[in-house]
């Protein structure tokens, strides 16, 4: 599933720890990611914490579908910056899934919290719909 | 601000309309930015709205911060598509403002609905932070 | 179905509009809904949109349940305010539904925006799940 | 602040522990807390972890008020269930603070899972504003 993530690629995410219900992600902050106003843009920060997500629910090698999310930006990031996001399983009830994750930088410091819903479907990871 | 816009340049965001409280910008979905499932990735559909959503709430030439942002998926995304991203606002109370963006392919079909929810901060659009 | 609601009953609830994915209810915000700080609960104005979302998302005579929800409180609430709860349906895609909902004083200042997601279940109106 | 909490009052809220960023409240399902379908109201288990997320976060004893609120709901609350609802500061970054709260019944079920954004203002706790 790695292997086929172009966005993860492209933006150079390195998958660190991956377990049914976890996942680990890093991300390095360069130019390309940056909005207008010069910090990190809301959308990469979004994608690096929703990728991280979609590999822990997805952990199961069950499909899985996000439903929705949101997220919170506590802080902003800035170009150089050393991302890591971590995606735990809050609740698993039948085909429902929740999962928090947190990405925060070199120092600690949170940048965004992020909260997906999940529903399992049918098949198994040769998935026809997306995270 | 557009001009500085690193991340929108290198999904090929194209920035349609803008005003006060709106703003309309189009992207195609291409191979880069699907996911491991082989469909758009969230994150990619996510930025398409938030940059809408920064639009928006920017035009003002007030600047202007995320605080959060949700977002529902009713349908996925496919490589080829031409997804169009409509910002409105629905409040601007005092420093607060919320808005809504719909993210919709050629065929009228909604992928995405997106929540914005912003606060206006000291400085006009030259900005320290970021939305 | 609404003579069954005892929570509508006991907040003195007024369904004044419905009709398949549009529901209009007024409140009158008494001593019993303020919270420690003196002014609105939250959970009241909540309470107001959740029932909002579920009339209108139910008006199809076809059961819905919540999936979740998310609420923006740009303005307090105080005791004697007549509020009106104005739900709207944003969104019907297969079984899923998105629904906006905006309660507003008498004055017409947005104390709460509201959006809930629904999914159709199975059985018409004398429904095992809750919205 | 509690002894001011009508709402609490009204429907047998009751404060097990609080301390800052921490609180743990119960409450039981009445028939006056039941929607149209016979279950539990999705403003009712709302309103137990929106006040659980108000002591929280209020315990520090500087006024904080609500930005803004979801929740999920994984299952349904029936009649006579005894709910716990416990708050958990998630993050406290300068006046910005983000709670978790998890509403369980007697049998360790998620009923709810409540993520709520809460501001640093003004004053202490004879406050204006509203959580």
């Not at 991300?27 to 991280?52: E, I, K, P, W």
């Amino acid at each position: 599933m790695f292997a086929r993530d172009h966005v993860s690629h492209a933006l150079g995410i390195v998958l660190q720890e991956i377990r049914p219900g976890y996942a680990k992600l890093t991300m390095r902050v360069t130019q390309a990611m940056l909005n207008g106003h010069g910090t990190l843009h809301g959308g990469m920060s979004f994608t690096l914490a929703d990728t991280a997500f979609a590999y822990a629910c997805n952990a199961y090698n069950q499909n899985a579908v996000a439903l929705g999310c949101d997220i919170i930006y506590p802080a902003a990031g800035r170009e150089g910056d050393d991302l890591t996001a971590e995606a735990k399983e809050c609740l698993l009830a039948g085909r429902t899934g929740v999962y928090d994750v947190a990405v925060s930088n070199q120092d600690g410091v949170v940048l965004a919290l992020f909260r997906g819903q999940s529903r399992r479907i049918e098949g198994q990871i040769v998935p026809p719909e997306a995270v």
